[in-house]
Nanobody
Framework: QVQLAESGGGLVQAGGSLRLSCAAS????????MGWFRQAPGKEREFVAA????????YYADSVKGRFTISRDNTKNTAYLQMNSLKPEDTAVYYC????????????????WGQGTQVTVSS
């Protein structure tokens, strides 16, 4: 069992930066791939980024490539999403998720989800 808790969301102006954190409980964090997803009002949840259990492989949605960076620190049981050059269209609730074994961009493949953290980017 893995419990996840996101933090770091907030209100930022366009062009600004935020770093989201996802703290995980449980001793098997290092065996789980981690993903970040987001959901804007009236829209479906979408994939943002994912990282393998070792941190050696990362994947990004085209819409955030070059602006967002996913990382993890297995000694702290924490995953991160550094978001730079934020745009109003990045406004959404951001969720972190965990799954055993291989990384995946499909939300349904993830077993554990956090409660989400709101990110609002003003123009």
């Amino acid at each position: 069992q893995v419990q996840l808790a996101e933090s770091g969301g907030g209100l930022v102006q366009a062009g600004g930066s935020l770093r989201l954190s996802c703290a995980a409980s449980g001793r098997t964090f290092s065996r789980h791939a981690m993903g970040w997803f987001r959901q804007a009002p009236g829209k479906e949840r979408e994939f943002v980024a994912a990282i393998s259990w070792s941190g050696g492989s990362t994947y990004y949605a085209d819409s955030v490539k070059g602006r967002f960076t996913i990382s993890r620190d297995n000694t702290k049981n924490t995953a991160y999403l550094q978001m730079n050059s934020l745009k109003p269209e990045d406004t959404a609730v951001y969720y972190c998720a965990a799954k055993k074994a291989y990384v995946d961009a499909r939300g349904f493949a993830y077993d554990y989800w956090g409660q989400g953290t709101q990110v609002t980017v003003s123009s």
